[in-house]
């Protein structure tokens, strides 16, 4: 009796365990904030968002493949997308992410460029956008690998999220 109590409650705990982790995996410390900003939003009035902790909701449309130190999130509708740095070997984001929906959370940030980087960014996108299918920033099918990479320029600033955690869903 004892013994097949043992074996029914094991079993039970498998059947269940799979249930509850595939709904969504947490990286870093999670999401906590219950209600994201919108990326139109957040990339239409950076200023009013910088150094805050926000949260954005979308798709991944692109994840380092080094070392899962950061990856883009990308709004379906509109193409917009911001890219979700965290610090290398704290998380990790998995490749097979991508083309999953994403929550995440961190400070709202800006990097300052310089006039060379601004024409060696132009000259980089142009020369993405003539690569083969699967290789180039592609905001018309957000699901497809780089979909929404070219992060917006605004006042030759590239907005980023400096990453605190993240919650991918199944």
Not at 109 to 116: C, N, Q, V
Not at 126 to 133: F, M, Q
Request: glycine share 12%; net charge negative; aromatic share 6%.
């Amino acid at each position: 009796m004892r013994r097949t109590f043992v074996i029914g409650l094991g079993l039970s705990f498998f059947l269940v365990l799979p249930v509850a982790a595939g709904d969504a995996v947490s990286y870093g410390d999670g999401v906590t904030i219950a209600k994201a900003v919108p990326m139109e939003k957040l990339l239409g009035s950076p200023d009013e968002y910088l150094g805050k902790t926000v949260r954005v909701d979308g798709v991944i449309t692109g994840v380092c493949k080094k070392r899962g130190c950061w990856m883009q999130v990308t709004d379906p509708e509109t193409g917009n997308g911001v890219r979700i740095k965290v610090e290398d070997g704290v998380i990790v984001f998995p490749y097979t992410a991508m083309g999953k929906k994403a929550s995440a959370e961190g400070v709202f940030d800006a990097i300052t460029l310089t006039p060379e980087q601004v024409e060696a960014r132009a000259e980089q996108q142009a020369a993405e956008h003539k690569h083969a299918e699967g290789e180039s920033c592609d905001k018309e099918d957000p699901k497809k690998e780089g979909a929404g990479c070219d992060a917006p320029v605004q006042d030759n600033r590239i907005f980023m999220i400096k990453g605190t955690g993240a919650t991918i869903y199944s």
